[in-house]
């Protein structure tokens, strides 16, 4: 993890557990995708719908120990790759000081009028690194 | 409930449930607007976002029994009320031949670019009262 | 509302948009759940799942305005009446100093091992009169 | 994929659009989930919350194509690894004829009460192996 990142607590809600007890496993990319809203900022400093310019291409995620209610989550992001028009987030969440689930998120600089990704910008590319640890 | 109503089954989800063992209540709501999509059909028959024309002005739901994970459910759904731009939705969830929960929906015909309401036609409200068991 | 009220404020979550570009009406019972946290300690402090003890019969809630991403949440709670075995919780949420929704939700006192209500002792009723505003 | 599978058809719901007007890449993990049902019945066949054994150790997910609102999605599942005490398991989503995600996800046969895993018995490998087109 780089020395800058960032993050966001969270608290569960009692609707996110399942009859085992726990978090269930489907809330860990909503929450992931919610810490990422920074990230957003970084492309659409309104975050309007309407100018929205970000499309999911994939993740990855590993559950680590059970995520439980009624303690708060620790959610840490940072950018893990900067390629040319996608880029990879790296996300991780913690309860009690031990880490639960990690994550790998590949996101696309999309232009969603054209239909197709575009460049990263210098101006982004520049603001992204600041979270990569380089 | 009229005779005729419409009737959809949903299969529980593991992601459901909750830390209780059994359907979280806030999962209802979701089921049921599930549920009124003839109803959205009635009014937007090819169900396309962008000419959307209803809105949710509220809701009142009762839970008789515990809904649990495993076995299907069956939502009836029929119209209890239509008025000048708005109507009411009556919606009854079912498991094992018992109810579990109701609800009571307004629902607003709605111009979303004018954003106001607007009278429900003719043509829309004789295919209302055919739900209605009038 | 009486001067006396619980209010957290809530980040509204990317995924919890829908096609029209709103809050989904189906995630304000669910962030009014998660705001009754208060009230589930005040029942059960270490919110041990296995010790849970209360359930909801039902609710009415109202939307007044849409909510929108990009902007907090704050929700407003506090008790609207205390019976012999069930309570009322009155709750709204406000974004940009205005209303967005508002809600009653009828709670029972529940001894899920007997699988039947209880009554409220002397002790929690003290606890919620205080934000009833009497 | 192999010729024997298991397939399940889905009907989007309005609350699983967001406000890019799709289905938000976080509702598949929960279709993939609810579609994992009939393996879930492999090793508990009663779906007995109180008797499960099996918990989620990752996944890794690939969006090909927006899902839309309005058209039913078929979920196609397999198995694609069986292990010691972990298998693997394969799914689609399609919609009209065309593949919108993918997923390849880890699950561990898991005794809760000793809170480790345990090595998946012959007679359930038997069963596992019939869906991984070997």
Redesign the interface.
Known sequence: MPETFFSVEI?P???E??????I????L??WF??AR?PI?EIFNP?????Q?NL?????????TLPTN??MPVLVKTWISRVGNASFEVAQQSWQEGKQTAEAKTTLVYYD?ALDKSQAITDVIKQQLIRFTGE
Do not use: C, K, M
């Not at 557990?17 to 726990?22: A, E, F, R, Y």
């Not at 309104?46 to 309407?50: G, H, Q, R, T």
């Open positions: 608290q809600r009692f609707n557990t399942d009859g085992l007890g726990h269930n496993n489907t809330v990319p909503v995708e919610a809203e957003f309104s975050l309007d719908l309407s929205w499309i999911v291409a994939g993740f990855t995620i590993a559950y209610y009624g969603y």
